[in-house]
Structure formats: structure tokens, C-alpha cells
């Protein structure tokens, strides 16, 4: 996730623009720029330097050509979504005329159909990112007579997607504006200056008054004060409050960990990763594709490879991929993936799901499968990685940085992908109407609100944790799309607790794992929507079988399912949902659990032993 910083006052903006991007490193980024408003020769300019890589390239370079004095500044640190990693894509971007510079977090769906606009108008567009279409934008306003906050009330409506936006003028000092929707901003309240940060960590070291900003949003600041208004000008409110957190808190945004913080951006990051799928011909559309609708015609098998997580985001993509394309799938782990000499053809598409896209395994691979001439498609969170590089097609997750070594968000922004691969799919071969793809994506815009739904009741979750800690063991049992989330719900017990915990497909129970159980040994239920009756049923026939020989049962089902109740010691409700889309809020309980026990127990949670966040090596 992109930091942004803005400060009007009387300090040296440089020096608080890039403390305030250090402090916002931990969020992760790929490169970093500045701009400062200063004059020459009595009129207004923009001075501006951007590097791709860390923050100490930047410094290196502002440090040997140094940038004028200047008390009005906005900067950036950037986590790339359009456009390759490079000096050219990173922001600050300046419109036609450098007379204004715009730094930009999120992703503006319909900035194609705006690039091509400006490029009618003769409008010549440097980056590969829809942030500069943003900067051209707001500056053709400026031509028009306007202020900077006008001109940013009246791009925003032209813009859709999830974006906050922050801008200076050089004929206009004085003044910061930003612009949010969908996307973080914070305003920092100091005397005789104010701040904007992605987060309160990006101004704490200056002010602990801070005032958030509603939906649809304009903020001026100046150092005098600041306004808030609607995209259509009207007045408005923000929210003041006192920030009493220390600066590791601030970063973590109140909570203990970045895992839990990352667990609340879920709603958010599924979001981002659903925008701009629809074209406006309502057909679906990927990030990068460089197949043709022929080439993909012709797969007649498809094999996910992946690791740990990612391997069971690969086994929802299998009851996806097969439901809606009727394409025989395959799911393997990409450890195993090219020592067993699998079949592959050209009509082989192998899929490659990496959060990182440099974990080993999966990176040779895929070079196997290419060089048995398979068509490769990675999903990804990683813009410029390896694994989207060396692939024909990439989706990616959108789901920002992930601090936390234990996977949360990066899990179901992978689950998204997994789907619209599968819709996708569909579209091209003709296996699912249009209609009727177009009802899935509609199901799935529901989501960010009922992951959100799960999250407010985390309360009843954190004390049913409470109460297993010291336990040995604990199972998972799931059926359906409901046993990779069994699946990964064990993993993140073992990779937090440290704790023996195992998944199971429910209808296993009685070829084997059965003896394990004993009693009070807690059972975690993932029970399939009432839709899938005989799943639903089979799965209480389960339930049953382990809660007779004395298990305590903690069942996850939706709401409104009546006939769970008499079989469930402990029933954790759900939204309701289509039984393929379960995964996506099924999972959120699961990472709640594991994360309390773990800091019951005593546990570093971000940071468990031994366990890295990418694995580069095989």
C-alpha cells in the first residue's frame, strides 16, 4: 500500500516530507519521490525528484543535486499496480504544463478511456500509470481559471476506483490539496501548520491532533488551516481526534500486530482487487494478457502450482475453474511440480499463484512448463517480480504490502484472482452466459461488506481463543470449497501456535483420522451453505460422528442455518454466501482464532520462528 505525505507550515518541507515517507516505509514500496513548490525569478515552480528502489536512493540523489528551500511539499512512496517498478512510473507526476505535481494511492478504473481523451486533446503521457492521467486532468482544470480545489472537485468526478489523490500548484504556494475515495487519508492538525499522511505515522512526530475524512472528500490545508468539502463543492465535516498511540502503534494503526491490522484491511484489499474488471462493454478484463482468446480456446487442461497458502487458493481455483469452464484442472505443489515429469502440452495453461512472485519452487516450475511450450499465467501481488515476468498473462492481487509472515490478505485477494480467472475463462471458451458471469461478479462486489460483517464481531472469537490456550491440539474439517479453508485454517494455527493442527476433508473422518479423536479435543466445523443439501447434510453426518466420541465442536456456518444448532458446541455465524464464494469469509474467523491464540500464548505473531515471508530458495 502506497505512503503519501503533505505538509504546508513553516518548517523545511524536504526534511518533513521525507521523515514522514521513512516513517512510512514499513508499509512496503518499490520506489519514492518528492515535490516541493518554490520560486524562480518571482514566479511559482515546481521542483521534483523520483527513484525507483528504496528511500536511500532518493536521498542519495536529492543530496547530490539538491532541491530549493521550500515550506510546501507532497511525496510518495509507491507499491506499483499500473506500470513496471522505474524511475518513470514512480510519482510525484506533473500535468502538461509542470505547473502542478499529484501523487496518488489506488487505482483508477476507468483512467484508459481518460488517457485516450488526452491524447485526442494532444496531451503527451510519459508513464505507463493512471496516476499521470490523474495530474493531466486536474491541471486542465487549473487552465480554466480555477483554484487547486476546485480543479480536484471537479477531476474527481470524472474518476472511478478507489484513489486518494494529493496536489500542489506552483502558482498557488500555499496550498496542499488531496482528494479520497475508497482509499486512506489523514489530516495532521499542528499550530501554524497541517500535514496529510496515508497515516498517522506520516506527521506523529509533529502533531497527535488528527482529523479523518468521509467518503468523497476534498481537503485544502494551508498553514492557517483547513477545509473539507464534497466533490461537488458543498461544504463538509471531518472527524477530529487525539492520537495516543506511540509511533509503533501508529504504524500498525492501533493494533498489536500487522497481522491483525492486515486481517482488518481484508474488506479494503478484496475490493482493490475486483476494480477495473469490467470494461465498459461489461465484458471482464485482466491485468495483463498476452494471449489471445484463440490461444486460451485452445486449453484443454490447466495445472495451479503453488506452495503452503497459495496451494490452497489453487485448490478453490480447481472447484471454480472446473464449475464454471468445465476445463479438467489439476493442483499441485510447486515443490514436487517438475521432479515427477507431469504432462504438458501446448494446450496446457499452468497457473502460477505467488504472493512474492520470487518464491523458488514456483519460479522453476514454471520454467519447466514453458519449456515443455505450456502457456503460463501467474497471480501475483508483486508488480515486476520475476514469476509475472517470465509468464504470458498476469492477475494481479492488488492486495498491497503484507508484513505479517503468516498470509491473511494475501490469501483472499489470491481467492479473488482465482475466481476471475475462472470467470474469465469462461467468457472466452462460452461455457457460462454473460449474464450469468456478471451475477458472480455482482456476488462477489457484495464480499468487502461481509468480510467487514465477520470482522465486527471478532470480539466473540477472541474469547473462544481465550479458552484453548494451552491446548495440544486442534482439527479442521471442511468438505467442498469448505476443506482448503480447513486446510489453511490449520496452517495458521501451526504457524502462530505452534500447535499440532491438522485439516481434513470431512468425509475422510472415518478412513482414518477418526482416531484422533478424543476428549474436549476442539473440532473447527467449516459447514457448506444450506444451497449444497447433501454437502450441508453429509457434513452434520460428520459433525456427529467426531462430536459423539466427546469432541468439542466450534462450528462456522451461515446464518439463518437452524439445523447446525443442536451439533455445534460453539456456532460461529457467517454471511450468506454461494458455497464457492464460502472461502472468502470462512477464512476471516480462522485467522482471527489463530492470531489470539497466539498472543495468549505469548507468541510474536508477525514474525513466527523459523518461518520466512518469501522463500527464496529451494
Known amino acids: 500500500m502506497c505512503g503519501i505525505v503533505g505538509y504546508v507550515g513553516s518548517k523545511q518541507a524536504q526534511h518533513v516530507v521525507i521523515e514522514g515517507l521513512r516513517r512510512l516505509e514499513y508499509r512496503g514500496y518499490d520506489s519514492a519521490g518528492i515535490a516541493l513548490v518554490h520560486s524562480v525569478d518571482g514566479r511559482g515552480a515546481i521542483a521534483s525528484d523520483k527513484k525507483s528502489g528504496k528511500l536511500a536512493n532518493l536521498d542519495k540523489a536529492i543530496t547530490e543535486s539538491p532541491l530549493p528551500e521550500s515550506t510546501t511539499g507532497i511525496g510518495h512512496t ?35 478511456e481518460l488517457r485516450a481523451e488526452l491524447e485526442a486533446e494532444g496531451h503527451t503521457l510519459l508513464s505507463e500509470t493512471d496516476t499521470e492521467v ?193 476445463i479438467p484442472c489439476e493442483v499441485e505443489l510447486a515443490s514436487e511440480f517438475r521432479y515427477r515429469d507431469p504432462i504438458l502440452t501446448q494446450s496446457t495453461l499452468v497457473v502460477a499463484i505467488s504472493q512474492s512472485g520470487e518464491t523458488a519452487d514456483t519460479l522453476q516450475a514454471i520454467r519447466h512448463a514453458r519449456l515443455q511450450r505450456s502457456k503460463v499465467l501467474a497471480i501475483c501481488n508483486t508488480n515486476g517480480s520475476t514469476i509475472p515476468r517470465e509468464s504470458d498473462a498476469v492477475i494481479y492481487t492488488h492486495a498491497g504490502p503484507e508484513i505479517g509472515v503468516a498470509s491473511t490478505k494475501g490469501f ?116 457448506p451453505p444450506r444451497g449444497r443439501d447433501q454437502l450441508h447434510d453429509k457434513m452434520i453426518s460428520g459433525i456427529q460422528e467426531v462430536r459423539a466420541r466427546g469432541a468439542r465442536t466450534i462450528c462456522l456456518a451461515e446464518e439463518g442455518d437452524t439445523a447446525i444448532v443442536p451439533y455445534a458446541d460453539v456456532l460461529i455465524t457467517l454471511p450468506k454466501v454461494p458455497t464457492l464464494l464460502q472461502p472468502l469469509v470462512a477464512t476471516v474467523p480462522l485467522q482471527l482464532f489463530a492470531c489470539e491464540l497466539a498472543t495468549q500464548m505469548g507468541h510474536d505473531v508477525d514474525q513466527p520462528r523459523n518461518l520466512a515471508k518469501s522463500v527464496t530458495v529451494e
Not at 476506483?161 to 475515495?181: E, I, K, S, W
Open 78 to 112: 509507491r507499491w506499483a499496480t499500473h506500470g513496471a517498478p522505474n524511475d518513470t512510473n514512480a510519482h510525484p507526476h506533473l500535468g502538461r504544463d509542470s505547473r502542478l505535481a499529484l501523487v496518488h494511492n489506488g487505482i483508477i478504473e476507468n483512467f484508459a
Open 134 to 326: 490523474a495530474a493531466h486532468l486536474v491541471e486542465r482544470e487549473l487552465t480554466d481559471g480555477v483554484d487547486l480545489t476546485v480543479a480536484m472537485q471537479r477531476a474527481c468526478q470524472r474518476l472511478q476506483g478507489a484513489f486518494t489523490l494529493v496536489a500542489v500548484d506552483a502558482r498557488d504556494p500555499d496550498r496542499v490539496v488531496a482528494a479520497r475515495r475508497n482509499s486512506p487519508l489523514v489530516v495532521g492538525l499542528g499550530e501554524g501548520e497541517n500535514f496529510l499522511g496515508s497515516d498517522v505515522a506520516a506527521f506523529i512526530e509533529h502533531t497527535r491532533e488528527a482529523m479523518e475524512l468521509g467518503q468523497d472528500q476534498v481537503v485544502t490545508i494551508t498553514r492557517e488551516g483547513v477545509e473539507v468539502t464534497g466533490f461537488d463543492g458543498s461544504p463538509a465535516q471531518g472527524t477530529r481526534y487525539h492520537v495516543d498511540w506511540d509511533l509503533s502503534s501508529a504504524e500498525k494503526d492501533g493494533h498489536d500486530w500487522f497481522m491483525r491490522k492486515e486481517i482488518h484491511e481484508q474488506p479494503r484489499a478484496v475490493a482493490d482487487s475486483l476494480l477495473g474488471r469490467r470494461g465498459t462493454d461489461g465484458l471482464l478484463q485482466l491485468d495483463e494478457v498476452r494471449l489471445s482468446d484463440d490461444d486460451l480456446r485452445d486449453i484443454d487442461k490447466i495445472i495451479i502450482i503453488a506452495c503452503g497458502t497459495s496451494f490452497y487458493a489453487g485448490m478453490v481455483a480447481k472447484y471454480a475453474i472446473e464449475h464454471w469452464c468445465r
Open 412 to 527: 483472499l485477494t489470491q481467492l479473488v484472482a482465482c475466481y476471475l480467472l475462472a470467470l474469465y475463462l469462461a467468457q472466452v471458451k462460452g461455457t457460462r452466459f454473460g449474464d450469468e458471469i456478471n451475477e458472480v461478479m455482482d456476488q462477489l462486489d457484495e464480499i468487502p461488506a461481509k468480510i467487514q460483517a465477520v470482522l465486527d464481531a471478532e470480539a466473540g472469537i477472541y474469547e473462544l481463543a481465550a479458552k484453548y490456550v494451552g491446548t495440544k491440539s486442534v482439527l479442521f474439517l471442511g468438505r467442498h470449497a469448505g476443506y482448503p479453508v480447513a486446510l489453511e485454517g490449520a496452517l495458521k494455527l501451526k504457524e502462530l501456535a505452534y500447535i499440532h493442527a491438522e485439516g481434513f476433508a470431512a468425509g475422510e473422518l472415518k478412513h482414518g483420522p477418526i482416531a484422533l479423536i478424543e476428549e474436549d479435543l476442539p473440532v473447527l466445523c467449516v459447514v
